[in-house]
């Protein structure tokens, strides 16, 4: 097999004009490691210059994130939490099957993470009829 060389790029500039990260780290695991390692584990991919990070609440992940951060702001890993996106799946579909609810689990990113502003992206993990015409759509918000 021949091998192709390929230039990917570090960012992408979406139509709204935010910048997002191409490769990310998935911050999901099936069994957890001890939380010490998952600070760690976030604080090594920074350093190699990992900018994305995928959590959500069912990974268990994302106070440990946010301890990352801080450490990272303190060690100089990185010059501001805005260097960072953080993608955030909100994928109860029964708690959160109500647009309404969807700022509780932004709320619970928060108080969990322990950051003091919001992920640059929440993704709606589940497909919501529209009630005005009965499409299927995939809801993201990005904040």
Do not use: W
């Not at 990917?8 to 990260?21: C, T």
């Not at 695991?29 to 994305?52: C, K, W």
């Not at 301890?67 to 890993?77: D, N, P, R, S, Y």
């Amino acid at each position: 097999m021949e091998k192709v060389e390929r230039d990917i790029p570090e960012i992408v500039v979406l139509n709204s004009g935010h910048k997002m990260p191409v490769v990310g780290l998935g911050c999901a695991a099936h069994l957890l490691p001890p939380f010490d390692q998952l600070v760690s584990t976030f604080n090594g991919a920074m350093e190699i210059g990992y900018r994305q990070f995928d959590t959500a609440a069912c990974y268990g992940t994302e106070e440990a994130f946010g301890k990352a951060v801080a450490k990272a702001l303190e060690i100089g890993l990185i010059k501001s939490r805005d260097e960072l996106l953080s993608l955030v799946n909100v994928i109860d579909a029964d708690r959160f099957a109500q647009f309404s609810m969807i700022s509780t689990a932004i709320d619970s990113y928060l108080l969990v993470s322990k950051l003091k502003h919001g992920s640059n992206l929440f993704a709606i993990d589940f497909q919501a009829r529209s009630k005005t015409n009965g499409s299927r759509r995939l809801v993201v918000y990005v904040c």
